[in-house]
Every structure is written in C-alpha cells, then in structure tokens.
C-alpha cells in the first residue's frame, strides 16, 4: 500500500501550544496535502504543498516538506479548543490517481 | 457555498438489501470518488469517476459498484449489504487537475444489522 503514516496518532495539548503533526510516504510524489475532519463529519482541505516548495503558510498553519526523507509535518501555532480534530495527510503521487490518504492524527485542545 | 452533499447522514439497513448512497456536487467538477472509513484503517478508496458514465475500481471495490449518469451525481450501490459493510462512507469530488484539492459531503453513516 502506498498510504502515507501520520505520527503520532494521537496528540494532548493545552489550549495556546503548538501542535506539530507528521507524515511519511513512500514514493515521489507531485503534491502533499493536509485535512481536516471535525468528528463524525467530512474532511476539508487546509493547505496543498507541491513537490518543490519546502515550507508554505496559512494563518496559523504551516506545513513543510522533506521531499529527501518523504516527509512532512503540519504545525498549528497557538492552539484554540476549536482546533480539536483529526488531521490527514494526503498523498497526489501522479497526475491521474486518486489522493491516498493516512490513518490520521486525533489532536485534542485542552482549554 | 460550494458543497458536496450526501442523501444520508444516517442509515439502517438489513442484511441481503441493496443499498443506494446518494452523491451530489454543485462545483461542475469532473472528479467524483467513494471512500469509507473505518477506525484504525483511515479512508480507503472503493470507487471513483473522471467522467460521466466512467468509473474505476479503488482499493476495496468487492461488493460495491457505482453509476454517474450525471456529472454532478455518483451513486454507491451496495448489492446485498452485509455487516462487514457497516461504516462511514465519503463522498468527494475535484475538477480534472485537483487544484484545490478534494471537497468532501458530510459523510453516510450507514449501520448494517
């Protein structure tokens, strides 16, 4: 399976830390992707980085690249209890298959 | 506000029914996919379209098929529900060149006693 690995799988922080996330893949890819997914509910797209761009911004996302490891980590920055979801990395490896996507990260906001 | 919506949120079926998940997206995109997620497996792709009438197998396509006779419509259908069916199923969609990434519904939990 080519599906990426989020680490860790779980994450506890208090309410105005940062939340750093992980993921691993395995083969070259076109572009990484970052979701989102509030419980019970569907994903929403947080940020798109491509194979050759190291670090992009969004508000208090920022998510970078290692394209030499095959790995990126997404960080929140001063978290709020409304961040309390599960993030997915998703994984374009060529321009006519579909994302595959991670098991995900279950992040909790403590307030 | 652009949006992907399922017919269900919630669903009860019996065992032997066919059942019919329900898709639709108001973006004019051409890509339309089918995943479900269970807990400790992620999202896993049953299905998925390009075009109207076109469809490909995903990673876990036994007992599920599907249908797009519209491009903004792409149904899953469940031949003989089973239990090992039971989980959320995930609609999404994107245009051809996936700028912008996927736009998900808000999910079909579907139960199957």
């Known amino acids: 399976s080519q599906q990426g690995e989020e680490d860790p799988q779980a994450l506890s922080i208090q309410e105005g830390e940062n939340a750093t996330m992980n993921c691993s893949y395995k083969?070259?890819?076109?572009?990484l992707q970052w979701y989102r997914q509030n419980s019970g509910r569907g994903l929403v797209h947080l940020i798109l980085i491509r194979s050759n761009e190291r670090e992009k911004h969004s508000g208090r996302l920022r998510v970078t690249l290692d394209t030499s490891k095959k790995s990126s980590s997404l960080l929140i920055t001063a978290s709020r209890a409304a961040d309390t979801a599960s993030y997915f990395c998703?994984?374009?490896?060529?321009?006519?298959?579909?994302?595959?996507f991670g098991k995900g990260t279950r992040l909790s906001v403590i307030a | 506000d652009v949006k992907v919506t399922q017919s269900s949120r919630y669903l009860v079926k019996r065992t032997g029914e066919k059942v019919f998940l329900e898709c639709v997206q108001d973006m004019d995109h051409e890509n339309m996919f089918w995943y479900r997620q269970d807990p400790g497996l992620g999202l896993r792709l049953i299905y998925f379209s390009y075009d109207v009438k076109m469809k490909e197998k995903g990673d876990i396509p036994e007992g599920y098929s599907v249908s797009r006779e519209k491009k903004e419509r792409f149904s899953l259908i469940l031949e003989s529900a089973s239990t090992n069916q039971t989980s959320m199923y995930l609609c999404?969609?994107?245009?051809?060149?996936?700028?912008?990434?996927?736009?998900f519904g808000s999910g079909t939990r579907l139960t199957v006693v």
């Open positions: 999404a969609s994107s245009l051809r060149d996936r700028r912008g990434g996927y736009t």
């Open positions: 998703a994984t374009d490896y060529s321009g006519n298959t579909p994302l595959v």
């Open positions: 083969t070259s890819i076109n572009n």
